[in-house]
């Protein structure tokens, strides 16, 4: 009874899964206020990179604002890592309905398609972890089909970790910008290997991942990955990624891609505050020019004892890059950010600002608003998006709405959009 009662959002995993933004704005926090030793801009992000650096003996004493607000964040951190390794809740069940399906891309579980019935069963120990995860949904094209998404298999040696499975990922420090690998589409089979580095001169703490998939619907069949974080010093972090598409088959042989982001933490002092700026570069589908870039403040605070993250964002695209988006591994597409199986981005987007609050309530409430305006090509349109996320018995309940601009193109279906999901652990 107690279990039930008490792990309705946990699961066990061997990382945290890139669809929890306030699960990640109280880790974000953490880090902005240096008291992680590893980089956290690559999801899906092992628990054991930080696990060590949440231990709360480290930090009693204090009755500062700035440290309680810290001590609440790493409470909802430590909660879900001690559920992982306990096995807590190792079954699930979701359900989403949506008027329509998602065309838009940010941080989080925002249901992707019609409708979906979902369930799982994973499983974690010291040397392997596995999830079984199938769903049945209606998709945009009004398609029913049935998934294996989320499903993986991961084994460990250490510091060595090989995952295969259809798992999503989200490389980069945006929010509701992403430059380099999202989760908005269907991900694709693929296989992994990573590895945890210790602490060196130069690099700090340090890690590294080669990912080889097989997309589906985007003209190219072979897709190759490899990014290495590091945080030399606590303020400071950055990520370097490369990646190549193939298509033997086609006179576009190979497309690629450099990337690189960044975030620096900036001083508060005693302020209930911690904040940082953070960016992302990266070239053209030719790797050769820089073809978009995205810069960013995020901060939270603790207002009467709830907790509130701001996130403000720009995204602009450089001159000379819309004229080769015939030549990006979206060739059946309009833009990279619809793609079918393959990574997902904003990378399309000529010019794209957001702004987005998220506020955690002491009743494990939570609320989220985000308001952007977006310019492609001769289109421009405006998203104004709001969810609201609540405990029911033993499980979790999310409703949602988003409105956009009448006249838009990228929303022929309909400009107001609400969904409602439900997500059940035991």
């Known amino acids: 009874m107690l279990v039930l009662l008490t792990s309705t959002q946990a699961g066990a995993s061997p990382w945290l899964e890139p669809d929890d933004p306030f699960l990640r704005a109280d880790l974000t926090a953490l880090s902005d206020a240096g008291q992680l030793n590893a980089p956290i801009n690559h999801y899906p992000l092992r628990w054991s990179s930080f696990y060590d650096d949440t231990n709360p003996s480290q930090f009693t004493g204090s009755v500062l604002p700035r440290a309680a607000m810290l001590n609440t964040a790493r409470s909802h951190v430590r909660y879900r890592a001690h559920a992982a390794k306990f096995n807590r809740a190792p079954i ?27 369930s799982y069963y994973q499983h974690l120990s010291n040397r392997f972890a596995f999830k079984v995860a199938n769903q049945y949904l209606r998709d945009a094209n009004g ?99 490369y990646q190549e598409w193939q298509n033997p088959n086609d006179h576009r042989t190979r497309a690629e891609q450099w990337a690189w982001d960044a975030k620096l933490a900036l001083p508060a002092f005693d302020l209930p505050l911690a904040h ?83 506020t955690q309530l002491t009743n494990d409430h939570a609320i989220k608003t985000m308001l952007a305006e977006r310019e492609q090509g001769n289109d421009s349109w405006h998203v104004l998006e709001a969810s609201y996320r609540f405990p029911v018995a033993t499980g979790m309940v999310t409703v949602g709405a988003s409105k956009t601009d009448d006249d838009t193109p990228h929303y022929p279906e309909a400009d107001t959009r609400y969904w409602l999901k439900y997500q059940l652990r035991f």
């Open 143 to 241: 398609d029913k089909d049935y998934t294996w998404q989320g499903s993986y298999l991961a084994l460990n040696d250490g510091r060595w970790l090989l995952t295969m499975g259809q798992i999503d990922r989200w490389w980069g420090q945006g929010w509701q910008h992403n430059l380099i690998w999202g989760n908005q589409t269907a991900a694709a089979p693929s296989v992994s290997l990573s590895y945890l580095g210790e602490a060196l001169p130069l690099l700090g703490y340090w890690s590294f991942e080669a990912v080889y998939q097989r997309p589906e619907n985007t003209g190219y069949d072979a897709h190759w990955a490899a990014r290495l974080v590091s945080q030399p010093i606590r303020g400071f972090q950055y990520g370097l990624s």
């Open 276 to 358: 940082a700026v953070y960016t992302e570069l990266v070239s053209n589908y030719q790797a050769k020019d820089l073809a978009s870039s995205l810069i960013g403040w995020s901060g939270q605070t603790e207002l009467a004892g709830q907790s509130v993250r701001l996130v403000l964002e720009q995204q602009q695209t450089h001159h000379g890059f819309e004229t080769v988006l015939s030549q990006t591994p979206a060739i059946d597409q309009a833009i990279s950010s619809d793609q079918l199986g393959g990574n997902s981005t904003t990378y399309g987007l000529d010019t794209s600002r957001s702004v987005a609050v998220y």
């Open 92 to 118: 699930g069940f979701d359900f989403y309905w949506a008027n329509d399906p998602a065309t838009g891309i940010d941080y989080g579980d925002t249901p992707r398609h019609e409708w979906q019935v979902s």
